[in-house]
């Protein structure tokens, strides 16, 4: 990509909540058709970065900008898909309606005929998009939790997005729906160069598809290729204890990461808990 900035721009950011920082000094630019893993423990600060960028909090110095334009709520060129919950019934919404949801946006009414139809043929193509048409008019809460997930995604990416934001979407998912959900996204951003920050404990599902890594730690961040950020050296430096990285038939394991707010889980590598950054400014 060669315009001034890429598809999201942070320039210099900082992010504190009282004496607690989570990063400072962030410069980062996420390019049209890239996929960036976004690592780090719990409460590092994955998820409001996120939020920064949505344009739902503002950080403590620094600029962020969206296609160009400062970060603000609403942004039709991001696509969000928040962490994977479970919908317990009752919940009359069908797929459709979720979906129609990000179509509708601020908008508010009914509209002509042919705007509601316009409107449904958008959905459907969505879903459809996804493998989820069959699901239309099912309510959510009798689906599975790999079946929400794909309708959230035709939600994310029902505006056409140039930029997909991806909270945690492999929570409580099985290894056959996370890599479904994964193939995906990684479908959209390769058929129409929608860029990807994905948030993630579980970085070995997404190795195949990352082009960079985001790690936050301690106030501190790293960012580069895989194989350059995820050393046991710079995550020893990172942290300022003991971590190792170890590599086992293509799958990373890191070992003796502080602050897990649960036990640790060998085979993703990192904490896969629920990530307290999406709670309250106190947890962070």
């Not at 394991?253 to 640790?264: D, F, Q, R, W």
Request: glycine content about 12%; overall charge negative.
């Amino acid at each position: 990509m060669t315009a001034a900035h890429g598809v999201i721009s942070l320039e210099g950011t900082s992010m504190a909540f009282g004496a607690r920082t989570l990063w400072t000094g962030l410069d980062f630019e996420l390019q049209a058709g890239e996929f960036v893993a976004v690592l780090g423990v719990n409460g590092s600060g994955k998820t409001t970065l996120l939020q920064t960028i949505l344009g739902l909090t503002s950080p403590t110095s620094g600029r962020v900008l969206v296609a160009g334009s400062p970060a603000r709520r609403g942004s039709r060129a991001l696509g969000y898909i928040p962490q994977q919950r479970r919908i317990a019934p009752p919940a009359p919404l069908r797929a459709r309606d979720l979906v129609g949801v990000g179509v509708d946006g601020q908008r508010f009414g009914l509209g002509s005929l042919r705007a509601r139809r316009a409107r449904r043929a958008t959905v459907e193509a969505a879903l459809d998009g996804v493998g989820a048409l069959h699901l239309a008019d099912t309510p959510l809460d009798v689906m599975s939790g790999g079946e929400q997930q794909r309708v959230r995604v035709a939600q994310a990416l029902v505006t056409d997005p140039q930029a997909l934001l991806c909270d945690e979407p492999l929570l409580s998912l099985d290894l056959h729906h996370q890599q479904t959900t994964v193939a995906l996204i990684d479908g959209r951003r390769r058929s129409h160069g929608t860029a990807v920050l994905f948030v993630t404990h579980e970085i070995n599902p997404v190795l195949p598809y990352v082009d960079r890594v985001l790690y936050l730690a301690g106030g501190r961040f790293h960012i580069g290729a895989v194989d350059e950020v995820l050393t046991s050296e710079n995550l020893t430096a990172l942290y300022g204890t003991p971590v190792e990285v170890i590599r086992v038939g293509g799958r990373i394991i890191v070992a003796g990461l502080p602050e897990h707010s649960g036990p640790a889980h060998a085979e993703e590598g990192l904490d896969p808990g629920a990530d307290p950054d999406s709670s309250t400014a106190s947890d962070r």
